[in-house]
């Protein structure tokens, strides 16, 4: 089992995101809260699907059809950076 830890970066990332779609729909904000932030915690499980990042160094877990979260793994800890919208250019 992995620790997972997320970092500032990633929560304001987040609460951005469903302040945003909560001002068209407040039920669609919950469950995409809900959703990103139960899947993140389910990294702690070294199985749980995840890929090679973009970024050299990162991976990525795709939350949602249009989220993708980046992370960082090492040995014992995944470390959570952001989130962000797929039509978004990353890196």
Known sequence: MFKVIKTDQFQLALEEIVLYIAQDNVDAEL?????IHAQVDRLADPNFPRRKGRVQGTMELVAHPNYIVVLQQSKGVVTVLNVIHVAKTYP
């Open 31 to 35: 469950n995409l809260d809900e959703r």
